[in-house]
């Protein structure tokens, strides 16, 4: 069966609500700056700010300053959504783990990643380490809330027909139990992706050279708010961006669940 082709400005239809609600907080912004009710200097104009990203991106401090993020972001997102995702699944799966983990995520769930800066910075020093590790202590936890619900939910009577056909455990697991739950870990992929982003922020303002985050720092000490701005405005077309991608991996191979 031939999917049926996109009429002509579909794509272009969708955008609308998005590019009109953009350009209403764009004109917002701008009247709000040139309005006097802030400082000029606390307020930049949209044009400012696009001046001091270009500005930043010609100087190269801001190809830098991105691969630094990403490179700690990536990594810490990657290990936390593997070792979330694998824990999720085994406690949705396995309920008398469930009883014994649960709590202990329960506890550990309301510390943000930003209180346990010190204690990281204390444990393995200023490096690398200890930014990843906190960025992947964030994303575990917002992974496995995701998948272990995902997987709980299954119909138990799905996994025991499998069993009574006689489907050996892994043809269960890959059959059975990973599709139907994949809209799930979808879900904890793309939350997390955004829960890396914010704990990357905590992890750089706890101590670093380089990086999106750090940039921030660096400028409000100086009070470039234009440049502060602009720094905002990559962490937030960073978080789109990304956002927008696993979206689309998902409605690739997970279409029966991907929004």
């Known amino acids: 069966m031939h999917a049926t082709p996109s009429p002509p400005g579909g794509a272009l ?20 700056a040139r309005s006097g009710g802030v ?16 500005d930043s991106a010609r100087s190269g401090v801001l190809a830098a300053d991105l691969g630094a993020s990403l490179a700690r972001a990536g990594q810490g ?24 983990v ?34 992947a202590y964030a994303v575990l936890l917002a992974v496995w809330l995701y998948v272990h619900d995902g997987v709980s939910r299954v119909p138990v009577t799905h996994l025991r027909a499998a069993r009574t056909l006689g489907a050996p455990l892994h043809r269960r697991f890959t059959e059975v139990l990973l599709p139907a739950a994949a809209p799930a870990l979808l879900a904890a992929l793309r939350y997390g992706a955004s829960v890396a982003l914010l704990a990357l922020v905590a992890a750089e303002l ?10 921030l720092q660096v400028d409000g000490q100086f ?33 029966w669940g991907a929004s």
């Open 206 to 215: 706890g101590g670093a050279d380089s990086g999106l985050a750090y940039r």
């Open 77 to 100: 997102f990657a290990l936390g959504a593997v070792v979330g995702g694998a824990l999720g699944f085994t406690t949705g799966y396995l309920p008398k783990l469930s009883a014994a």
């Open 223 to 255: 009070l470039r708010v234009d440049r502060m701005f602009a720094g905002l405005l990559v962490l937030g077309l960073l978080g789109v961006a990304v956002d927008l991608v696993l979206a689309a991996v998902g409605r690739r191979f997970v279409h």
């Open 102 to 135: 649960t709590p202990v995520i329960s506890f550990l769930r309301p510390i943000p990643a930003i209180a346990l800066v010190p204690l990281a910075t204390a444990w393995f020093g200023i490096g690398e380490t200890a930014k990843r590790l906190l960025i």
């Open 39 to 54: 400082a000029p200097g606390l307020l930049p104009t949209p044009a400012q700010t696009a001046a001091a990203l270009a």
């Open 13 to 32: 239809a969708r955008l609308g609500p998005a590019l009109g609600a953009a350009g209403a907080v764009l004109a917002l912004w701008y009247l709000l």
